[in-house]
């Protein structure tokens, strides 16, 4: 630590350049790593603020809901199972919603899910009322929709149908396939869902998915018990939101690539330098430094050196959090900010080793006879 | 009482199909209090015998006795202690680390031990005054003329209380006036402090300080006897 630090008092500069870098590469990680629990949150948050541990799809349907039409009379039958604590049925839709009661009538893409109203599906209110069984024409929608001019009473027109709905609460977060979510009944869905004759597959009550309660559900076991099921965990039906996987995976890579690129441009960086020090490492050696002592200089250097210019990083990108646009999908979840940011500090620590390997050969006789 | 024991010590390079012998039965005695020099061209050996004087290199044949220890005897990993502990190098071009203060080269030799304590920084200015560096202590190498980075190299062998101080060309950068006060200096504290000392060089004007003298000739070593008589 002692010659870590005194090094990057002295050589200010030098160590500035590669620092700069290393706050860049961390400002980037940690924007996409916001871009990608954005994009996340937009794609999923509904089904994510689900208190539900697992999820029954129609076999065949790879954990999509917009795949997958099963009976909501499984429900009863489905309870009844061992582990099972709770089950309730949900359907989703995406369609265009206009409001009625304004005049400029401006259009908004929207999800619409049906679900049992008191069920443990539907999200809290924080302003207004919540769903009741027998008032169909009430619905509670995120309350992203205000931007766009809704607020409670409004009346909205389904693009396309004769269904009406009148907004009677607001919930928050709540989002599904990248349009805000509004929670109607499950009756009210379905009306709108399979209004086409045939649209339900002959399938009576239909429901795109039941959720299900219980973390010691055995769901292979379960599944079998049923025909024509499956049963998935929560997080695997998340994967199967369309485009979910292909956002996140694109996501994922460009953090990998940059947490590789961080780990080699540290530690080509402090490689070069210690080729460079060679012969001052060699005097040390001479004097008497063991190889594990130069170790953690090196080592703490690079750690110094990558903490720092971490913190500043986050700092930074909370700041650009400040001047994005509000309605772009950027959200950021501190958990995650730290655990990239460890994650950088780690990697970046193991760049130095390739310069800690070199230092343990460097001969100490290279102080000795040399005649400059 | 003797410090330094060399017993017939040979160092063999392989070049090649060929040998070259850098040192050929080398033997020498260097007691507690006095200051040696070894003089001869280059490369006659010097640096070869001043590297496994330092337990720097093993000797091919032969015994070295630092202290009452055989170094042939001693692991590797002790060799770096026996470095930190018993023996002070100064080198040719003082070789100082750049980004450290005067005063901090000298406590560096102490951290590489593990602590640094009050009396260690004491003796580090102590030291330091007594080599006419009393001014300098916050400056760095690069502030430095030649004359006060040898001083300061000087300061930094003798920091560690070793028991020998070995030289490297001390002088090799430096102008006569210089060179001269360095070389007298390292005599002094030498005496002073009752250690011994080996000094290599390939100057001859510096040798009026030395007790003995040396002369290094195709591995070979032995007494100058028109310096010591």
Known sequence: ?372 | MAILEFNNVSKIYQQGENEVHALQDVSLTVEQGEFIAVIGPSGSGKSTFLSIAGALLHPTKGDVILNGKNLNSIKPKDLINLRLHEIGFIFQTSNLIPYLNVLDQLLVVKRLDGKETKEDKQFAVQLLQELGLGEKLKKFPEQLSGGERQRTAIARAFMNDPSIILADEPTASLDSKRAFEVVQLIAKETKTRNKAAIMVTHDERMLEFCDKVYRMEDGRLKLDESFNS
């Open chain 1, 1 to 372: 630590m002692f010659l870590a630090i005194k090094e990057l008092k002295h050589s200010k500069l030098r160590f500035l350049l590669i620092g700069v870098i290393t706050i860049l590469i961390a400002w980037l990680v940690l924007i996409l790593c916001g871009l990608g629990n954005g994009l996340t949150t937009l794609s999923a948050a509904t089904i994510k603020n689900m208190d539900a541990d697992y999820v029954v799809f129609e076999e065949e349907s790879r954990a999509s809901m917009s795949r997958s039409v099963i009976s909501e009379s499984l429900v009863d039958e489905i309870k009844q199972q061992a582990n099972v604590e709770d089950a309730a049925p949900v359907g989703a839709t995406s369609t265009t919603v206009i409001n009625e009661s304004s005049t400029d009538g401006k259009k908004v893409d929207v999800s619409i899910l049906g679900i049992i109203p008191g069920s443990f599906l539907e999200p809290q209110v924080v302003e207004g009322d919540s769903l009741k069984e027998g008032k169909p024409l009430e619905v509670i929608a995120n309350d992203s929709l205000k931007k766009e001019g809704y607020k409670i009473g409004d009346t909205l027109e389904i693009e396309g149908s004769l269904e009406k709905m009148k907004i009677v609460g607001f919930v928050t977060n709540e989002t599904y396939n990248h349009l805000p979510s509004i929670f109607t009944t499950l009756d009210k869905w379905q009306a709108i869902q399979f209004a086409a004759p045939g649209s339900d597959k002959g399938i009576e009550k239909p429901v795109n998915a039941i959720m299900l309660q219980g973390e010691n559900i055995d769901a292979e076991q379960l599944s079998k018990q049923f025909d024509n099921i499956e049963i998935v965990t929560k997080a695997k039906a998340i994967q199967g939101m369309p485009g979910f996987k292909e956002e996140n995976g694109t996501i994922m890579m460009m953090l990998g690539f940059l947490l590789v690129i961080s780990a080699f441009v540290l530690g080509v960086f402090f490689y070069v330098l210690t080729l460079q020090k060679s012969n001052q490492f060699g005097i040390l050696k001479a004097i008497g430094a063991s190889n594990r002592f130069l170790a953690k200089t090196i080592v703490s250097q690079v750690f110094l050196l990558s903490l720092i210019s971490v913190v500043i990083g986050i700092l930074l990108t909370y700041l650009t959090a400040l001047i994005l646009p509000e309605d772009m999908p950027f959200s950021l979840d501190i958990k995650l900010v730290v655990l990239y940011s460890i994650l950088l500090v780690i990697i970046s620590t193991l760049g130095s080793l390739a310069s800690v390997r070199r230092v343990t050969k460097i001969d100490p006789l290279l102080a000795i006879g040399r005649v400059e």
